[in-house]
């Protein structure tokens, strides 16, 4: 047994080190070793109430296990060496792999939590909320039953390899800060409150400290804004949203061929792994098509609700993501990041706007969400806009305003779609600072063989009428938030910060603390 036990740490350290081009020798030589015992039987031995001692038929059924954990991570990974997790999922031939694996590690555990938490996000990403639920339930389980056993003060030399390190726990059985326990019950408040069931999310958001949600009928507005229905739609004067072909024809198909999902641009940019950056326009001369639709149609469209002889320029980025599975986008303020990251001051534009430029016509993509509150605020808000995606439609509010994006609704995207936006902030001061490229308000890179992207964004247009679409109030919900009913809990979980699009909050400085310091 020790020979299997030091051919597994062995190949656990090479896949480690090297991923998906790990040497094969390791993996040869520990199924040799495992080989010569072959066990057939399935256990689960942490539910057992006195484990004392486990059996080499045991541990060698745990070893199996985590290695067949391992070769799921690794085909999941080269699934993922040029897509995210939902195009890599849409290979329905490639991830059969993936799951073979996870079918044959839980042979060897039954209850293996991490194997049942990659279950759960995957049947997630897929639209499948109820059977993730479940497994995500399963897996917190059996991650309590572990820290049972390790709380009575049992150990063995392999545990840390085997167990505590892969679930994010001590050799005490304590939560260290990522964890599979945070993970899933965190996933499960998300997605019981996606399927409105906030009465069963409460007590688990006490577990993180939390002390407001957003309310629950924010959330069911939500789920009927995505199917369409708007009733009782009211707002303030500078919060519009313009239904119908804002941007003309030609120029509508040449930002969607730029910024299409398989265009140049989002490799180029190094899109998915660069962080956030922006590009400036001084609306001073039209160079671009970005900047023809800038300056000929959504600046004008601005100025039948506003004065907009303050606006210098304007700061342009563009977002893709698929829709099914998406659990939305995290609420935030738009800044100045490079002054927030120099030194601590905080500016927001005069307007911030967001273009909804393709993938929202066959698929019901999360409602944008809006909140009167500000970084100064010392309460929550009382008020929540919503604004239902539909292609072509603009929105605008105020810039220094609280907001992000809903969850794509379940069972409401059937195929694989991706949403394409395209955010506008329009800034009454010039935020350039020092322009680097691919940085917040960077610069336009010149054509060369890295940047072949910009042929598309350079592309020769007749002009085009400016639309005559009228804005439209949003959908006001009161109140926004929600205070939860404070209970005793012995335990509280870490936050992931992975996946905390902050609909759930401690206080109202939250926000502000997470723009100043990134908690």
């Known amino acids: 047994m020790e020979l299997v036990l030091q051919a597994y740490h062995n190949w656990l350290e090479n896949t480690e080190n090297e991923g998906t081009t790990s040497d094969s020798r390791f993996e040869k030589r520990l199924m040799v070793a495992v080989e010569k015992l072959r066990p057939r039987k399935s256990l689960n031995p942490f539910k057992s109430k006195e484990l004392r001692q486990v059996s080499e038929f045991a541990l060698l059924q745990l070893i199996q296990s985590m290695i067949y954990l391992e070769k799921a991570n690794l085909a999941l990974d080269q699934l993922m ?12 031939t490639d991830y059969q ?113 939390f002390r407001y949600r957003v309310h629950p009928s924010v959330w069911k507005t939500a789920a009927s804004c995505i199917h369409g229905h708007t009733p009782n739609a009211q707002s303030l004067s500078n919060i519009i949203c313009w239904k119908g072909a804002v941007v003309p024809p030609l120029l509508s198909r040449s930002l969607k061929e730029c910024f299409k999902p398989s265009s140049e641009y989002w490799l180029e940019t190094n899109y998915a792994n660069n962080g956030y950056f922006s590009f400036w326009t001084g609306l001073k001369e039209e160079t671009n098509i970005v900047d023809r639709l800038i300056q000929r149609h959504l600046l004008p469209m601005l100025s039948k609700t506003m004065d907009t002889s303050a606006i210098v320029g304007a700061e342009w980025w563009v977002h893709t993501r698929e829709m099914k599975g998406d659990i939305g986008h995290r609420l935030h303020f738009d800044t100045d990041e490079t002054g927030v990251e120099r030194n601590g001051t905080i500016f927001h534009p005069l307007v911030s706007s967001v273009l909804y430029l393709d993938g929202f016509d066959h698929a019901h993509a999360g409602a944008t969400v809006v909140f009167d509150q500000n970084v100064e605020s010392k309460q929550m808000s009382q008020n929540a806009w919503l604004c239902s995606p539909s292609n072509g439609s603009f929105m605008c509010f105020p810039g220094n305003l609280l907001h992000g994006v809903f969850p794509t609704a379940p069972h409401t995207c059937e195929s694989r779609q991706n949403r394409l936006t395209l955010m506008v902030g329009f800034w009454h001061i010039d935020v350039g600072h020092t322009r680097r490229l691919y940085g917040p308000c960077g610069f336009i890179p010149r054509r060369t063989r890295q940047h072949t992207w910009i042929d598309a964004l350079h592309v020769n247009l007749p002009l085009e009428d400016a639309s005559t679409v009228e804005g439209q109030a949003l959908q006001q919900v009161t109140p926004a938030w929600e205070k939860l009913q404070q209970r005793e809990t012995d335990e509280f979980y870490a936050i992931p910060k992975e996946l905390n699009q902050r609909f759930y909050c401690t206080n109202p400085e939250d926000f502000k603390n997470q723009l100043l310091f990134n908690q």
């Open 81 to 92: 060496e040029n897509d995210d997790l939902v195009t890599a999922l849409s290979k329905q």
């Open 97 to 209: 792999e993936c799951f073979r694996f996870m079918r044959l590690s839980l042979t060897h555990w039954t209850d293996n939590p991490v194997i049942l938490a990659m279950q759960a996000n995957l049947l997630r990403v897929n639209g499948s909320i109820d059977a993730a639920l479940v497994l995500y339930d399963e897996a917190c389980a059996s991650v309590s039953a572990i820290r049972a056993v390790l709380a009575r003060g049992i150990y063995f030399d392999w545990l840390d390899m085997l167990i505590c390190s892969p679930l994010g726990l001590t050799l005490e059985g304590d939560l260290l800060e990522q964890n599979t326990l945070s993970t899933c019950t965190f996933m499960r408040c998300m997605l019981l409150s996606l399927t409105n069931q906030h009465d069963a999310a409460a007590p688990l958001l006490q577990k993180f400290g």
